[in-house]
C-alpha cells in the first residue's frame, strides 16, 4: 500500500494540483502570508502581533480559529501560543476571531494523499507537505478531519515564539539592554535586576518589531502548559449558563424567524398558501425561499406556529419513495460500472480465494442523522452595505462567500461571528440554514433576524451519514486469514457535500472505503473495492465518516473470522497487525480491559480502527439481564503521538464511544412517501445516562506525528459491541442498530 501504482485517481489529482499550484502561482506567493484580520477591528490601545494574539490594557487575547462545538479544541489551540508566550494560563481569555483565509487549514487535505496514514516515507511525508500549497490557496478555515491539532501543532506556536521574540526585542530597546539577558515569566519580561514589564506595556512597541517566521521552539523538556490537563476555557461560562450560543444573540429591534423547506429532499416547491399564517399574532412577513418559505415574527415561538398553518405544494423527492427500495439501489450497485475505486489490492484475492471462499458475509448500516443537540441557528443583518452573519459553524470562510453571492455585497463587506456550538460533528459545515438566514436578512434589509429551525426540520433536513452496505469474503489456511476481499457500498459524500459547496472533485472518492483500505493490517491478499451508490438522500460528513461504516464491516468479519479460525480475537488481530504502535494500543487494551477475563454472565467484544492516523481500539462488555442486554464496561486506547492535553483526549474519546454506541443501538433515519420518519430525539433516542458503561481511556504516544482525536473514538464503538453480543449470546449481528435484533437494558 502506498506505491505509487496504487494511487487512487483523485489523490493523484490532488497530488499533482498541490505540486502545479506551487509552480502556477509562485513559491514566493504561497510563502507570502495572508494580511492579520485583528488590524482591522484594533480595540482602543490594542496591538496585534500576528493573528493569534492580540494585547490590550485588560490582558493577551488569543485567537482559536476552529470551532468551540464541546471538543476543547479552544483550550488546546491556545495553550499552544500560551505555552510559548510564558503566559500565566489563568489570565488567558480566548476567542474564535474573525472569518479569515489567515486561518486556513493545511491539515484537512492530508488526508487526500494516495499513501496509508502510517506511512512515513519520505515521498509520502513530500505529498504531505505539498498539499499545504492548495490548501494556502483554497483558503478554507474549517474545523473537521480531525485536523485542528496537527494543523496548528507548529503554526501556532510559532506565532506564541515570534510574540515572544518582539515583546523581549521591545523590552530590551526600552531597558537599553541586550535582550539575550532578559527573561520572559506569567506574561512579563523579566530584566536581570528583576525589573518586570508587562505585555500590555510593550504591545504597542512589539508590533513594530520585524521577526522571524521560524523562531526556535521550546523543546518538549521546557513544557509547563502543554501535555499536562488545563482547565478548559470555556468551562465556567458553559456550567453557569453565561456562555452565548447563536440562539442566546439579541440585538435591538431583532426579529425571529423559522423556516420549512420541503420533506422530499431535493424536491422543488410549487407554491404555497400563507393567508392563514400572515394572520396570526406576532406575525411580521412570510420569505418565500428557494424550495420552501421562512416566516419572520415578533418571537421565535410565534414564527413556528406560523409557519406550521403555512400550506405547501410539495414537488416529489428525486430519490425511491421509501427506505426498502433506496436499500434496493444500495445493494444494487456492487456493478463494474459503478466500481468507484480499488484502493488496495495486495497479493491476489481472487486467486487466493478460488471458487469458493470459506467466509462470506454481509453487513448493513442505515442513514444517520447529525442530531447536535443545540438546534440549528443562525442570525444575519444586512445594513448599509453591510452583513453580519452569526452561526455555530465550521465553515466560517465558506459564509464570506455565501453571503457576498446572495448579497451582491464584495466578500469584505461580510463579517461573521462564531460562537459556540452545543455538537458539530459534520453538521455545522454546511450552508443550508445560514443561506436561509441571509436570504431573510436581505427581504428584512435594516432588521437583525435570529432564525431557528424546530428539532423536526432539523432532524428531517440534514445531510446525513450515508447508508452503505458492505460484502466481504475470505480464506482461512488452518488459524491463518490468508485471502480478504473488502466490498463497499455508499453514495459519495464528497460528491454530495463539496458539490453543495459549489465545488466539484474529479476520480474516485476515498471516503467509500475509508477504514477499510486504509487499515494497518498486512496480508498476503487483500484488496478493498468501493463502490459509489447513486445519489439519493443528500449526505455529508458524519463525525470520522467512512470509518464510521467501513470499521463495522471489517471488524466484525474479523471476530467471525478469529472464531472461524479457533483464535482469541484479540490475537488474531495481532497476528496480522504489521504497524508496532497499532500492536501496542491492542496491547494496552488488553492490559487496562483484563481481556480474557470475564465475570459470570458477562462477556467482552473489541474491535480496532485506525481513523486519521489514530490507532484505536475498544473493549465493550455486556451482561444479559432480564430486562435485556446491559453494557457494564467499556474500555479505549489511542495514540496520538503528543498528548497535549490529556484529559481533553480522554474526553474526547469518551464522547466518541457514546457517539458511536448511541448510533449503533438505536440510530436510523428512515424514509416513508420521500420523507426522513424520524422527527426528534424520541425516535431518534441517544443513550441515556444509565445505560452508558463506566469507561477508562488510556492515551499512547508512540506514533510519529501528532495527530488528532475530535473522531478516532467513534469507529470501534459499534464492531466492539457487537462482538461483544456474539460472545456472550453467539447471536452474529450483522446489520444497525442492534436494537432491531436484541433488546437492551
Known amino acids: 500500500m502506498g506505491k505509487v501504482g496504487t494511487i487512487a485517481r483523485r489523490s493523484f489529482l490532488l497530488g499533482s494540483l498541490a505540486i502545479a499550484g506551487g509552480v ?63 503566559l500565566d494560563w489563568s489570565t488567558v481569555k480566548v476567542i474564535h476571531g474573525p472569518a479569515s483565509a489567515a486561518y486556513y487549514n493545511a491539515a484537512v487535505l492530508e488526508e487526500g494523499v494516495p499513501f496509508a496514514p502510517i506511512d512515513e516515507s519520505s515521498l509520502a511525508q513530500t505529498m504531505r507537505g505539498a498539499m499545504r500549497v492548495p490548501a494556502k490557496f483554497l483558503g478554507f478555515q474549517i474545523t473537521g478531519g480531525s ?83 488545563l482547565p478548559r476555557t470555556d468551562m465556567l461560562a458553559k456550567v453557569t449558563g453565561t456562555a452565548t450560543f447563536t440562539a442566546d444573540i439579541r440585538l435591538p429591534g431583532m426579529l425571529y424567524a423559522t423556516a420549512r423547506t420541503n420533506p422530499g429532499l431535493g424536491g422543488d416547491m410549487r407554491g404555497f398558501d400563507a393567508s392563514v399564517a400572515e394572520g396570526m399574532p406576532g406575525v ?10 421562512a416566516v419572520v415574527a415578533r418571537s421565535t415561538w410565534e414564527a413556528m406556529n406560523a409557519a406550521a398553518a403555512i400550506a405547501f405544494d410539495w414537488g416529489p423527492a428525486p430519490y425511491a419513495a421509501d427506505s426498502a427500495a433506496i436499500l434496493a439501489d444500495l445493494a444494487a450497485s456492487f456493478t463494474p460500472d459503478r466500481l468507484d475505486s480499488t484502493n488496495r489490492n495486495d497479493g491476489d484475492a481472487e486467486t487466493a480465494l478460488g471458487e469458493s471462499a470459506s467466509f462470506e458475509a454481509g453487513y448493513s448500516v442505515p ?104 460484502r466481504i469474503r475470505a480464506r482461512l489456511d488452518g488459524q491463518s486469514l490468508v485471502a480478504l476481499d473488502v466490498q463497499t457500498a455508499s453514495s459519495s459524500v464528497i460528491e454530495s457535500q463539496v458539490g453543495r459547496l459549489g465545488y466539484s472533485v474529479p476520480g474516485p472518492d476515498s471516503t467509500i472505503v475509508q477504514g477499510a483500505a486504509d487499515q494497518p493490517y498486512a496480508l498476503p491478499n487483500f484488496r478493498v473495492r468501493g463502490y459509489r451508490a447513486p445519489v439519493m438522500l443528500p449526505v455529508g460528513s458524519w463525525r470520522s465518516v467512512g470509518n464510521s461504516q467501513n470499521a463495522f464491516f471489517l471488524e466484525s468479519a474479523l471476530d467471525e473470522l478469529a472464531h472461524q479460525a479457533g483464535v482469541d480475537p484479540l490475537d488474531f488481530r495481532l497476528s496480522i497487525l504489521s504497524h508496532d504502535a497499532s500492536r501496542k494500543v491492542l496491547e494496552k487494551l488488553a492490559e487496562i480491559s483484563n481481556w480474557g477475563a470475564n465475570a459470570p454472565g458477562r462477556a467482552k467484544g473489541l474491535a480496532f480502527g485506525l481513523s486519521f492516523g489514530v ?92 495527530r488528532g482525536i475530535g473522531e478516532p473514538g467513534t469507529p470501534p464503538a459499534a464492531p466492539a459491541l457487537a462482538n461483544a453480543i456474539f460472545a456472550l449470546t453467539g447471536q452474529r449481528l450483522r446489520d444497525l442498530p442492534l436494537s432491531k435484533s436484541v433488546t437492551f437494558a
Do not use: C
Open 284 to 293: 411580521v412577513k412570510v420569505v418565500p425561499l428557494p424550495n420552501g418559505a
Open 367 to 470: 442513514y444517520l442523522a447529525h442530531a447536535t443537540m443545540e438546534p440549528m441557528t443562525a442570525g444575519a443583518w444586512l445594513k448599509e452595505g453591510k452583513l453580519q452573519v452569526w452561526a455555530g459553524n465550521q465553515l466560517p470562510t465558506q459564509i464570506l462567500k455565501v453571503g457576498a453571492q446572495l448579497t451582491g455585497l464584495p466578500e469584505e463587506s461580510v463579517s461573521v461571528e462564531t460562537p459556540f456550538m452545543g455538537g458539530g460533528f459534520g453538521r455545522r459545515a454546511e450552508m443550508d440554514i445560514i443561506a436561509q438566514a441571509i436570504t431573510v436578512a436581505k427581504a428584512m434589509e435594516g432588521t437583525p433576524v435570529l432564525l431557528t429551525w424546530t428539532r423536526e426540520e432539523d432532524m428531517t433536513h440534514d445531510a446525513y451519514r450515508p447508508a452503505a452496505m458492505g
Open 615 to 706: 490507532p484505536s481500539a475498544q473493549v465493550i462488555e455486556v451482561e444479559d439481564t432480564d430486562r435485556g442486554l446491559r453494557l457494564t464496561g467499556a474500555w479505549a486506547v489511542v495514540d496520538v503521538g503528543v498528548a497535549l492535553d490529556p484529559r481533553n483526549i480522554e474526553a474526547q474519546v469518551f464522547g466518541g464511544m457514546v457517539y458511536g454506541l448511541s448510533a449503533a443501538i438505536r440510530g436510523e433515519i428512515t424514509v416513508a412517501e420521500g420523507a426522513v420518519e424520524q422527527q426528534t430525539f424520541w425516535d431518534f433516542e441517544p443513550l441515556r445516562l444509565p445505560q452508558m458503561p463506566p469507561v477508562t481511556v488510556a492515551v499512547l504516544e508512540n506514533m510519529p506525528r501528532i
Open 147 to 229: 485536523s485542528s491539532v496537527p494543523d496548528a501543532y507548529e503554526k501556532m506556536r510559532l506565532a506564541g515564539a515570534a510574540a515572544r521574540i518582539a515583546l523581549v526585542q521591545a523590552a530590551a530597546t526600552r531597558l537599553g539592554l541586550p535582550a539575550d539577558q532578559l527573561k520572559t515569566e506569567g506574561g512579563a519580561v523579566i530584566a536581570p535586576d528583576g525589573r518586570r514589564l508587562a505585555y500590555t506595556e510593550l504591545a504597542a512597541d512589539a508590533a513594530k518589531v520585524a521577526v522571524t517566521q521560524d523562531p526556535p521552539l521550546k523543546p518538549r523538556d521546557q513544557w509547563k502548559l502543554l501535555g499536562t490537563s
Open 24 to 86: 502556477a502561482f509562485g513559491w514566493w506567493k504561497y510563502r507570502t502570508p495572508y494580511a492579520n484580520p485583528l488590524l482591522s477591528e484594533l480595540p482602543d490601545g490594542g496591538a496585534t502581533l500576528n493573528p493569534y494574539v492580540l494585547i490590550d490594557a485588560s490582558g493577551v487575547t488569543l485567537i482559536a480559529p476552529r470551532a468551540e462545538m464541546g471538543q476543547g479544541v479552544h483550550t488546546t489551540l491556545a495553550a499552544l501560543v500560551a505555552e510559548e508566550m510564558d
